[in-house]
C-alpha cells in the first residue's frame, strides 16, 4: 500500500465523508464495524479507492468488512486487481 494513498483516504474520510477533520483515524481504525460508516458512505468510499488505486473494483465483489479499515481497503483493492477474472 502506498502511503500517501493511505493518507490521501483518510483526509477523503475525515473531510468529505465523516466532515469531521479533527477525528483521529489511522490505516487500522475499525470504521465499518464501529459505526463510523454506514452503507450510503461506503459508495463514496469505494469510488474513492478507485480513484487513488487508478482501479476498477466493482461493488459486487466487495463486502462492508472489506472496507472496515483504510488498511483493509488497499488490501482488498489489490486482491480484486490480482485475482483471475
Known amino acids: 500500500m502506498d502511503g500517501n494513498a493511505s493518507v490521501l483516504m483518510i483526509d477523503f474520510l475525515k473531510t468529505k465523508v465523516l466532515r469531521n477533520p479533527s477525528l483521529d483515524i489511522h490505516e487500522d481504525t475499525p470504521l465499518v464495524s464501529s ?3 454506514d452503507s ?3 459508495i463514496e468510499v469505494l469510488l474513492q479507492l478507485e480513484k487513488l488505486t487508478k482501479c476498477r473494483i466493482p461493488a459486487a465483489r466487495v463486502s462492508p ?14 486482491r480484486i486487481v490480482q485475482a483471475p477474472r
Open 35 to 37: 459505526g463510523l460508516l
Open 65 to 78: 468488512r472489506d472496507l472496515d479499515s483504510v488498511r483493509q481497503m488497499f488490501v482488498t483493492a489489490e
Open 40 to 42: 450510503f458512505a461506503l
